[in-house]
């Protein structure tokens, strides 16, 4: 198996065989093992190329050899069968065929598929299939308007992914725009050539800023955009008929209308209105006839649309976010994306988005039957360290056990969604925040949403990869989405200090009430603790990019993708400024405020927030190798920390407000493993970060404890600060490869202490249930990953102590040669919402 770059598994536990069926994974290659300009293939246990799987390269190491590959393709599957294939670099004898079955014609492209044509045009959503039927577009039925607003095709791609023997999948990709209205769309396609299936995703924008006003991001804002559906429609060959529940349901004009989930508690306070209502109109979903006729009605419905005797539609996810509609009539069908005429206007607030996915196919059983499982064999990818600290051994760690429970007990994941009914196009795949009942435990109904705090994508994403189970991932691919699309801040129109951010979790301690996923809201009560915000909007302490990152790696969702680069920008906005001359004003302004950089001095506050901002840069310079991204974590890190720092003046016995400093040290440690990957390394900055980082540890190997031991200085002390602690033992697990012996079997020493200690305490805790503490335990209980990760260089070379100078005036004069007042009545206009309307 180590002799292949990649191995994965592939499953169909079904009693009937699977023909032609899609697959699609990421995986990581050993450095160095293929290069660029190599050709890939996937094999067989027997060493044969699969012909009908290609592989996409995704990101690359620094020597620009594949780091990430992305298999794509179709599969036959036997029935209850489990097939194990390789990716690796091809045998000279491949890509031998190349011929692209498509023409680009002057107002589409043509394109052969196994029962005859398909046409895709340039100048809308408009697919025609082989049967006659067509896709003819998409279209909003907005509030404001009489008539739906047929969406324009402003832009047009495509390109070709090819495997062993010829093209594979053609991928299309189609930015949209809806005149009269601010609304925005992207519809990403891949076909799959070999089957002629086509997935497509789209994704409905509103781009405009919220108006906030005194930090509140309550629903009802101006700029929201109100919808009675968001649909395409598909014109049919024949009458079209839904299969639900195993029913074939036909009539001359029909509707299936999910109004809600179906579930116990669907009327939760989850689903209120902007004024604060419940007003879903019934449980579950009815199929009725033109005339009021109920023809079927149930709890949750996944349907098909047999379009013709040729082809069949399923939409992902159908009931999951409601509310949802399809109705047909004798040759036609419009499927909703975004909420049903006939239930109540949905709301699309400002910045926010909403992502669909519907598959065509010529097979019923391929959108009927359970999709096959793969499996990513969790060895090869230890071996490749190119998911940073990535290590088999956690599976062995105490906390293993606990985290499993998160699937298995009482109080697991799937459960946690049921308490609030976690369902709906705005709320599902969000985690419950049951932690933050804690002062209110006996109140039935608490509405808290986690919002990505702490990177439960990422968490969950290394629990699939380690045991292989799938609901990790079904799990993770769900808060994926929803974070991409819900919780990150798709604008460009508000302040650079909000633009493109990730709203904070629901606000401690209180209800969300009718700020959803946006923290703050103006029916929450004030004062609820020390220093209560109350107000605001997304910050540097509450930025995660890693699980957006590697979801994109795994799965290749462009929405993660797109959403992680998003995140990536606005967080460098934050600490550095936006390049204008008020911008740089307004930070000097905020120099000594204690969790923003100084401008003056170009010192970083030691916190998560920095540590954050260093992660995300980290990520990106893994994703796009840009060597601007390593030398500004370089100048992050010689601008927070220095192996000269008093560390007593840094006052870290000060738990509740200095905890934070081992975000940073964790992110210090992932910047000293890339260093140790580089091609060529700068052996100043590497040994200045060493140096750093066992000056601190040495400090913790003689001071550190566990935070509850001072619980009379903390505000609330739980098993948040024990599972926290967590940190500390990835840290001095790490330093040991660096330090001289004596140090080391301190380090090694205080590390095996702290480990007992925390492992007894979230033992006999029932808190080890609760989201947050699964959430820092799936990202934190990897000790055994930080010290198998350390590869120290053998670097001698002297270096001082202290950072290159940062002086302020090379700073100015470079703000001041990029002035431009356009440039600047712009920005101000962002930063004040009644300058817009001079816009």
């Known amino acids: 198996m180590q002799s292949y770059g990649a191995a994965f598994t592939i499953s169909n536990s079904q ?22 300009q190599d050709p890939l293939a996937v094999y067989d246990a027997d060493g044969v190329p699969v012909s009908t799987l290609a592989c996409q390269p995704t990101a690359f190491w620094p020597d620009n050899s594949v780091k990430w590959i992305r298999v794509i393709g179709t599969l036959d599957l036997p029935a209850d069968s489990e ?40 100048e809308q959503p408009l697919v025609s299939f082989p049967d006659g039927s067509q896709w003819t577009g998409v279209s909003a039925a907005l509030a404001e308007k009489d008539q739906p607003v047929q969406a324009t095709c402003c832009h047009f791609s495509h390109r070709m992914i090819s495997g062993p023997d010829g093209p594979v999948v053609l991928q299309i990709t189609q930015s949209l725009t809806f005149p009269g209205s601010p609304l925005r769309a992207q519809c990403t396609q891949e076909l799959f050539l070999d089957s002629g299936d086509l997935h497509s995703q789209v994704s409905i924008t509103n781009p405009e800023a919220a108006r906030h006003e005194d930090g509140k991001w309550d629903l ?32 001359d004009a029909m509707s299936l209308h999910q109004a809600s989930s179906g579930h116990p508690n669907w009327q939760s306070r989850n689903h209120v209105t902007k004024d604060n209502q419940v007003n879903l109109p019934f449980r579950g979903f009815q199929v009725t006839t033109s005339d009021g006729e109920v023809l079927h009605h149930g709890d949750q419905a996944s349907p098909v649309l047999q379009v013709s005797g040729r ?71 230890a071996l490749t360290q190119a998911i940073p600290f990535f290590a088999t051994e956690a599976c062995q760690n105490a906390l293993h056990g606990l985290i499993q429970a998160g699937l298995t007990g009482d109080n697991n994941f799937f459960e946690k969604r049921l308490a609030i009914d976690e369902f709906g196009w705005r709320h599902f795949g969000e985690l419950y925040a049951d932690h933050e009942k804690a002062l209110t435990p006996d109140k039935s109904e608490f509405i808290s949403h986690y919002n990505n705090q702490y990177d439960p994508i990422y968490g969950m994403l290394l629990q699939w990869l380690l045991t292989g189970n799938p609901q990790w991932f079904e799990l993770a691919d769900d808060l994926a989405r929803h974070v991409a699309d819900i919780d990150v801040y798709h604008t460009e129109q508000d302040k650079p200090e909000y633009s493109g951010g990730m709203f904070w979790h629901t606000d401690h301690y209180v209800e969300a009430f009718t700020a959803t996923h946006r923290t703050y809201s103006k029916r929450q009560p004030s004062d609820v603790y020390e220093d209560h915000a109350g107000g605001g909007g997304p910050g540097g302490q509450h930025c995660y990019t890693s699980g957006l990152l590697l979801h994109f790696l795994l799965t290749g969702s462009d929405a993660s993708r797109d959403a992680f680069l998003r995140l990536c920008s606005w967080i460098e906005h934050v600490y550095e400024g936006d390049g204008t001359l008020f911008g740089a004003l307004l930070a000097m302004r905020k120099s000594k405020s204690a969790d923003s950089k100084d401008i003056i001095s170009g010192q970083y506050p030691f916190d998560r927030g920095t540590g954050n901002y260093l992660q995300a840069m980290l990520d990106r310079y893994a994703l796009l190798n840009h060597k601007r991204d390593l030398q500004r974590a370089t100048f992050i890190v010689q601008h927070t920390v220095s192996p000269a720092d008093c560390i007593a003046s840094r006052n870290l016995d000060d738990k509740e407000n200095t905890w934070f400093y081992t975000v940073f040290l964790q992110a210090l440690c992932r910047y000293i493993t890339t260093l140790e990957q580089e091609s060529k390394v700068d052996k100043r900055a590497y040994r200045y970060a060493v140096d750093s980082l066992l000056h601190y540890a040495g400090w913790m190997a003689e001071h550190e404890t566990l935070t509850l031991e001072h619980a009379q200085s903390l505000e609330f002390p739980n098993e948040t600060w024990t599972a926290q602690d967590l940190r500390k033992l990835n840290i001095l697990a790490f330093a040991q490869a660096y330090a001289p012996a004596v140090l080391s079997e301190s380090l090694a020493n205080k590390c095996e202490t702290l480990l007992q200690q925390i492992n007894h305490r979230l033992q006999a805790s029932p808190e080890a249930a609760t989201t947050r503490v699964l959430c820092l335990m799936m990202q ?13 260089l053998e670097v001698k070379q002297a270096t001082g102590s202290k950072a290159p100078a940062f002086t302020l005036m090379p700073y100015l004069f470079t703000t001041l040669r990029s002035f431009s007042l356009k440039g600047e009545v712009a920005q101000l206009q962002k930063r004040f919402a009644a300058l817009r309307k001079l816009a």
């Open 15 to 36: 009693p009937t065989a699977i023909t032609a069926c899609a697959v699609s994974i990421g995986l990581p290659l050993p450095r160095s093992r293929v290069l660029a």
């Open 83 to 122: 097939l194990t294939l390789f990716a690796d670099k091809a045998s000279v004898n491949t890509n031998c065929k190349q011929n692209a079955p498509l023409v680009e014609k002057s107002d589409c492209l043509t394109v052969s598929v196994p029962d005859g044509e398909m046409h895709f045009s340039y």
């Open 780 to 792: 934190n209980y990897n000790d055994a990953g930080y010290a198998l990760a350390p590869r120290p």
């Open 220 to 251: 009802g804002d101006p700029n929201s955009q109100y919808l009675h559906e968001l649909n395409c429609r598909i014109s049919a060959s024949q009458h079209p008929v839904l299969l639900i529940d195993g029913k074939e349901l036909q009539s």
């Open 311 to 381: 082809l069949c539609m399923a939409i992902r996810h159908f009931w999951q976010n409601f509310p949802a509609s399809i109705n047909t009539t004798q040759n036609s069908a419009e499927v909703s994306l975004l909420g049903s005429a006939a239930g109540p206007e949905t709301e699309l607030q400002p910045g926010e988005q909403k992502t669909r996915t519907l598959i065509f196919s010529s097979s019923t059983a391929r959108l009927t039957n359970p999709p096959p499982v793969i499996t990513v064999l969790p060895e090869p990818v």
